[in-house]
């Protein structure tokens, strides 16, 4: 799915953001982690913070939630400082971490019962509240399995299910998929899909440009800790890209200097990216920038050619790839 296919959610618009940040800073020490960053997140509306590990998005995460405190800056979640009204700020919150922290000794339909009680919520909402977040994510079936019997996969939902037993404004979601296959990472997707279509506002952090591409609204783009580029996926592709790419490969040896040539004599295209193991052409016409390469008497060793991505955009910011 292109970035132009992402859903816009529905209640998204104009008003009082539920998030608001400006010059948000936070240092360890000599290290600064957030370096000044402002950005604001709209009711309904599903926001995304891409970057590589260590670019300070999960940083940004915990002070969301309160966990952390800021070193510089402003914070306010549905008008409130975390750090002032930490209480009723994360009454309003549903939290999916990294890591699966899961109670794996209790069943399924008990860790979800058991999460609700820390919120002081009573038997009488929980037991019902657990059987339809169960059937939300899939889990029916697996309601009196003990957590440490489920497949990667079905953690992951579990943990989102739970996150959601507060009936929360806003879901924090910290790289959502690491570490799931193909299918489980499709699964996931559907369920915050369904999430979005509710209202529910999203604010997840990722590392995978398919995954911003798919679920996000409007994202930024953050490396060392400051803001590189905002916008949709579509609008950053635009922005930042061009319509297509060429992606070509004539051997490890002979990329850089392919590239160079390239650069002198195909004065028509967007721009040219050499790479280890292959050179990119980045143009509106893929097509006919092969076609172009080919009449200059240079045969690659492999040809494609496809839409520019959110990766061709983190490329044209950073010149390296996004995941490190």
């Known amino acids: 799915m292109s970035a132009a296919t992402a859903v816009p959610a529905p209640d998204a618009a104009p008003g009082p953001p539920v998030i608001e940040a400006r010059t948000l800073t936070k240092r360890y020490g ?8 402002d950005f604001a997140v709209r009711p309904g509306e599903s926001f995304g913070l891409l970057g590589p590990n260590g670019a300070g ?13 800021r070193t510089d800056g402003s914070l306010t979640i549905m008008g409130l400082d975390p750090e002032r009204h930490g209480p009723e700020v994360r009454a309003h919150l549903g ?3 990294q890591q699966d922290n899961l109670d794996e000794e209790l069943t399924v339909r008990d860790n979800l019962i058991v999460y609700g009680r820390y919120f002081g919520l009573p038997y009488s909402y929980l037991r019902p509240k657990a059987a339809e977040l169960l059937e939300f994510a899939q889990l029916t079936e697996k309601a009196d399995v003990r957590v440490d019997d489920l497949s ?33 990472r499709h ?23 398919d995954e911003a591409e798919q679920l996000c609204d409007r994202l930024i783009v953050v490396d060392h800790g400051r803001i ?31 590239a160079a040539q390239l650069q002198r004599e195909l004065p028509r295209v967007d721009r040219i990216e050499s790479l280890p193991d292959r050179v990119l052409v980045y143009a509106h016409d893929g097509e ?3 076609e172009a390469v080919t009449g200059l008497g240079l045969e690659p060793v492999t040809s494609l050619v496809r839409r520019s991505s959110l990766e061709d955009v983190f490329l044209t910011l950073t010149g390296r790839s996004l995941i490190d």
Do not use: C
């Open 30 to 37: 000599a290290v600064t982690a957030v370096d000044g960053i």
């Open 57 to 69: 998005k999960s940083t940004t995460m915990r002070m969301i939630g309160g966990v952390s405190q």
């Open 95 to 97: 939290v999916v971490p």
């Open 152 to 184: 990667g996969g079905m953690k992951r939902r579990l943990v989102i299910a739970r996150g959601l037993v507060n009936e929360p404004r806003i879901l924090l979601l910290d790289e959502p998929t690491t570490g799931l296959d193909p299918q489980a």
């Open 187 to 209: 699964i996931l997707w559907d369920r915050l899909f369904r999430l979005k279509e509710t209202g529910t506002t999203l604010v997840l952090t990722t590392h995978y440009m």
């Open 228 to 258: 590189m580029a905002e916008g949709s996926p579509a609008a950053l592709i635009r922005e930042h890209s061009s319509r297509e790419v060429l992606e070509v490969r004539f051997g490890a040896a002979r990329n850089a200097e392919v």
């Open 288 to 290: 006919s920038a092969l």
